[in-house]
């Protein structure tokens, strides 16, 4: 068997096995038996258990950003690239719990280097996200409106919901992904209009 197709085989059963029992609690054996393959030779193609969470991490977060980013059209409407990418974004994380336990959990709780991994994802989702933010506002206001500290801000916030909604949607069996692209969309762009607007909201003095 070609070395590729082996190495797939053996990053979908340690995807499977760190998403469902944790790092921790993660054997290689049990990854090796899953895989159909020797202990020994899940060591020498991957060196170590923190060498093959790091290549699973890395795999998962590459094809999370591949689907956020296929399903958007860069010239269409500002709303209608959000309304792409989140569904997009909820649809692979539906269709992929396991991988995105790896991501969303146990990546972020096991600690560095693992963390610092997921970081470098998430940077490039928000990079996303902060583009298409400046540009409705460049659209709404014909020049850039919002500081960018606040649009940074923006894109952190809803980057950050999405990763919430979509751990509490992969627990819910009624919740598909479309409703909760919905969720956040009327969530979010309900807010981001009126800001775009000029009708941000203040505090009360």
């Known amino acids: 068997m070609p070395r590729a197709v082996r190495e797939r085989q053996m990053l979908d059963a340690a995807v499977r096995t760190f ?3 944790g790092y921790r609690a993660a054997s290689m054996d049990e990854i090796a ?3 159909g393959v020797s202990k020994p030779l899940v060591y020498l193609y991957l060196n170590s258990k923190e060498d093959l969470f790091t290549a699973c991490i890395r795999r998962e977060a590459a094809a999370l950003v591949e689907a956020v980013r296929e399903a958007v059209t860069p010239d269409a409407p500002a709303d209608r ?3 792409d990418g989140l569904r997009a974004f909820f649809a692979h994380t539906a269709e992929h719990p396991d991988a995105w336990a790896v991501l969303h959990s146990q990546a972020r709780t096991v600690g ?4 610092a991994e997921v970081n470098v994802m998430r940077e490039e989702i928000v990079t996303f996200v902060t583009a298409l933010i400046a540009a409705a506002a ?3 206001h014909h020049d850039a409106a919002l500081p ?3 649009v940074a801000g923006l894109a952190h916030a809803l980057v950050g919901a999405a990763e919430s909604l979509a751990g509490w949607a992969n627990t819910e069996a009624t919740v598909s992904a479309h409703q ?3 969720t956040l969309m009327n969530f979010a762009w309900a807010g981001l209009g009126d800001l775009m607007e000029g009708r941000p909201w203040s505090p009360p003095r």
């Open 19 to 21: 998403g469902q029992r």
């Open 33 to 35: 038996e899953l895989a």
């Open 81 to 83: 690239q959000l309304w």
């Open 112 to 115: 560095e280097p693992f963390a």
């Open 138 to 140: 460049r659209a709404a």
């Open 148 to 150: 960018d500290r606040e």
């Open 180 to 182: 909760a692209a919905a």
